[in-house]
């Protein structure tokens, strides 16, 4: 696709479940940047891959959270034991790397009830 | 550290009438500036960028120009429509040797437009 797919677009899940949220980057988009944002707020920065591996995962909150990028390409974000706190708008983008712009996906809300 | 303060809303206009929503920052060396908008229920689109100092963002008929000498990039536009309602972030972005380039955005403002 043409921008930065994310998927579930929802996701509803009950307090002490495992969740994987899905980010398709922009087609040969080195850079992919996960983001939290919770409501009222900006996005907080979580992780960020340059090709397969994380070059900064300092935004982590826990050992909850952990992503992956095998490929380079798509990223999954898990997490385990969810908590209600983890309730929040997930954002994904891409940049072409070596510049300083990113490209957002619609992200996908979570809901820990 | 790097950071982001921009103005609290919510802010209401009336159509046509004049935008300023304030935004300073501070960063450790020479960030990129931006502001992105984001509508209800989507993610956050670009809407326009600074990559230094008095280099001025345009699109949509909004702008804001990079002001290293007030660490400033303040978003205007001189007549607001009521598509203009939505969220919008200002951020920075600073290109690191090992980190890439790590956003960091302001808490966001909030704009409604009333015809």
């Known amino acids: 696709g043409a921008g930065v797919s994310q998927t579930p677009s929802n996701k509803v899940t009950e307090k002490g479940k495992y969740v994987e949220l899905r980010c398709d980057p922009i087609?040969?988009?080195?850079?992919l940047y996960w983001y939290r944002q919770s409501l009222g707020q900006g996005p907080e920065f979580l992780i960020y891959?340059?090709?397969?591996?994380?070059?900064?995962d300092s935004g982590l909150p826990n050992d909850r959270f952990f992503a992956v990028r095998p490929e380079g390409s798509v990223s999954t974000l898990k997490i385990q034991r969810t908590e209600r706190g983890d309730s929040a708008m997930y954002l994904c983008?891409?940049?072409?790397?070596?510049?300083?712009?990113?490209?957002f996906g619609q992200g996908t809300r979570l809901t820990v009830v | 550290g790097n950071s982001v303060t921009q103005m609290e809303g919510p802010v209401t206009l009336s159509e046509e009438a004049f935008l300023t929503i304030n935004c300073t920052y501070t960063?450790?060396?020479?960030?990129?500036l931006f502001w992105y908008v984001q509508y209800p229920g989507e993610g956050l689109q670009l809407l326009l960028k600074?990559?230094?100092?008095?280099d001025k963002g345009s699109n949509k008929g909004f702008e804001a120009t990079y002001r290293k000498e007030t660490t400033s990039f303040h978003l205007e536009k001189g007549s607001v429509q009521v598509s203009d309602s939505a969220v919008y972030f200002c951020?920075?972005?600073?290109?690191?040797?090992?980190?890439?380039?790590?956003?960091?955005f302001g808490t966001g403002t909030s704009l409604t437009v009333i015809p």
């Open positions: 983008a891409s940049s072409p790397g070596g510049g300083p712009e990113a490209f």
């Open positions: 087609s040969g988009h080195t850079a």
């Open positions: 891959f340059q090709g397969t591996g994380a070059a900064d």
């Open positions: 960063a450790t060396g020479y960030p990129s």
């Open positions: 600074a990559t230094k100092a008095d």
């Open positions: 951020a920075l972005s600073e290109s690191l040797s090992n980190t890439g380039n790590q956003f960091y």
